[in-house]
């Protein structure tokens, strides 16, 4: 069987102090975050991000560290796809794949009602909660 090794990035912002994180149209019209193929002569956290701008029109710092990982059928193998969080710094008016693609803001606490993948929401509600035997906080990394 063929693996694909694909990364991809959790665009997120702060409003208000809360979180919004920013999905994207496949090709077929399902939600999903940026993602891709890793190119060979970048890390996933480079290719992920240049996802991010080829597909979603934004830019900003991915963090090192995975959050998760899933994997999902296509081109008669498995993709294989390292998830990371990326805070958007600049979102552009146009880009690469905007005549085919849309993308949105939404909060955090509303991804179920887009993401199809179980895994991918799981991966996305949980990217942003600090283990904490006392309460649930939200991580974002001091910003």
């Given amino acids: 069987m063929v693996i694909f090794d694909q990364s991809a990035v959790i ?3 702060k409003v208000d102090g809360e979180i919004e994180i920013m999905l994207v149209t496949t090709r077929s019209g399902n939600w999903t975050i940026p993602k891709g193929i890793i ?3 970048l890390t996933p956290q ?3 991000a240049k996802e991010a701008l080829e597909e979603a029109g934004i830019s ?3 963090k090192k560290k995975k959050v998760g990982t899933y994997t999902y059928k296509k081109w008669g ?3 294989t796809v390292k998830v990371y ?3 958007v710094k600049k979102i552009y008016k146009q880009w690469e794949e905007n005549n085919f693609r849309t993308r949105m803001w939404i909060p955090l606490d509303s991804v179920h009602k887009f993401i199809k993948k179980k895994k991918l929401l799981h ?3 949980t990217a942003f909660i600090k ?5 649930k906080k939200v991580e974002t990394n001091g910003k």
């Fill in 11 to 13: 665009p997120y912002r």
């Fill in 39 to 41: 190119e060979d002569d």
């Fill in 46 to 48: 480079s290719s992920a």
């Fill in 60 to 62: 900003g710092k991915v």
């Fill in 77 to 79: 193998g498995t993709c």
């Fill in 85 to 87: 969080r990326m805070k």
């Fill in 123 to 125: 991966i996305i509600d």
């Fill in 131 to 135: 283990n904490d035997p006392q309460k």
